[in-house]
């Protein structure tokens, strides 16, 4: 197993973190896991389930001897955390997140970073409506593709490290920019998740006890609408101007169909479904 | 088995009613099948995969002996359908379809049909977005709901047949009025849909090629814009009113949530997020 970690500090062993820990273990991992967070009934949970070999409440604690660390907490977390470990941080550690959305991560996270110490910002496109330690997977990144997203100062070598670490919980890496992917995942990831929540309240408006009649396509399209709401609150306070953005083609592309039922024209209706069909049949 | 019928026409044998045939096979109904429709090629391979018995391209032949004809055809095409062969239907036939949209076709369909032979209209919840034979399943029935919809001068033993019918091939009924089973419909099942295209045209509006870096988020909530654009375009143009009511909510609940984020209303957007969250939590 190629990782070149001895003590990995785990910070925030829910879903994401969790599932990572398991992984690391069940790749054969053989360093030491500590799991950081606020909840030691968490965190005993996660020792009891073999995912971490201990375990801390106190932050600085958890990273100082730790020669990487993973901060797997919601991203409006992320910059206060940063801010209690980074004097105690270890040199030559490297620090890494699984954060939604990266600019903004990066922009508050990188000048924390003591003299030594490398941030390097990665986003798993990996998840489940379902959050917390419970729903962790030991195969929630297999075959996930895993977004890496250096600027133009980032280590390269710590770059290499972080993109074998991912390689060998057996998700595949992309590189992009931070605001390159948070151009493209406010369109593919987080205006979805808004879509949904709408489209619940939506359908709620035209008749509040009817949700219950949905079908499969009701529950597919509704489904990431069960996601944890504080979570999305924030992602959409991180990306705030792209999700406006792709919210503005969405919602003209809607207005569009609406207009087009309206003047009752069902050939250029069937002309827009027949688009969107088209390009969704390269998605899978 | 309680089906009181001995020879049943499907016409359109396709997704619903090549699964219809299956699940009556499947089932142990010794009755007689025969598929009806445009494509001898398509009732040949029906024949081969022994849902039918016997098959015509001729509909009023196909028809003329059936004690129970089922229309599984688009909505689109059951006027035209029930108008060639509404003169040969025997007494005592009993007429029902699968369509998406009920108040229309029970308005075309009932003036049709001739002394002493019945229409029952059906909406079984059930689908992929994948269609045609080779999609058929003996059990796409098998729990799935069906909305069976009487007005006040349903023939009463034709429509508890219909509800056992259903019922012997796996489905569960429930009855509604053709009106209220559009505003339910066009809110829960065809508002998603055309919010599925919209959604899948405007991300290809923030950029063309992004649409590859959805996860399994975007992939559920898009995959209903698979389904054939000409059927949707159909159940658009038939229920109308009802989806452009629906549209109108769901763009009002998606405009507010945007205002939201423009105003940087956290706690509003997460009081909104949750309220989603909370209603769609009772859909599984």
């Known amino acids: 197993m190629n990782i070149n970690f001895k003590h990995i500090a785990i ?14 273990k069940a790749k054969g991992f053989k360093g030491k ?12 949970k996660a020792k009891k389930l073999g995912m971490i070999d ?14 990487l660390v993973l901060l797997a907490v919601p991203v409006g977390r992320v910059e206060i955390i940063v801010k ?17 959305v990266k600019a903004r991560i990066v922009k508050d996270v990188v000048p924390l970073m003591p003299e030594g110490v490398h941030f390097v910002g990665a986003h798993p496109i990996a998840g489940k409506e379902c959050s917390g330690i419970t729903c962790a997977a030991a195969d929630l990144y297999l075959n ?32 992009m920019g931070p605001e390159e992917h948070d151009l493209v995942f406010g369109a593919v990831s987080h205006l979805p998740h808004v879509a949904a929540y ?3 309240n939506g359908i709620m408006k035209v008749e509040n006890s009817i949700l219950r009649h949905g079908g499969r396509g009701l529950r597919d399209m509704t489904r990431i609408a069960l996601s944890p709401p504080e979570l999305w609150r924030d992602i959409c306070s991180f990306n705030r101007k792209n999700i406006l953005k792709s919210l503005k083609k ?15 024209d069902w050939s250029g209706l069937e002309k827009e479904f027949r688009k969107a069909k088209e390009a969704r049949q390269d998605l899978e």
Chains 1, 2 share one sequence.
């Open 84 to 100: 209690s470990i980074s004097r105690v941080l270890k040199k030559g550690a490297i620090v890494t997140d699984v954060g939604s």
């Open 250 to 264: 969405f919602s003209s592309s809607l207005t569009h169909l609406t207009r087009l039922i309206e003047k009752s």
């Open 33 to 44: 896991i500590t799991g950081v967070g606020r909840s030691r009934k968490n965190l005993i």
């Open 54 to 67: 201990d375990y801390t409440t106190e932050y600085a604690d958890g990273v100082k001897d730790a020669d």
């Open 144 to 175: 996930a593709r895993c977004i890496v997203t250096p600027v133009s100062d980032t280590d390269k070598k710590a770059l290499g490290k972080i993109m074998r670490l991912w390689k060998a919980v057996g998700a595949t890496t992309t590189l």
């Open 198 to 200: 709408a489209l619940v």
């Open 11 to 24: 910070i925030g062993v829910g879903l994401m973190g969790g599932s990572f820990a398991l992984a690391l």
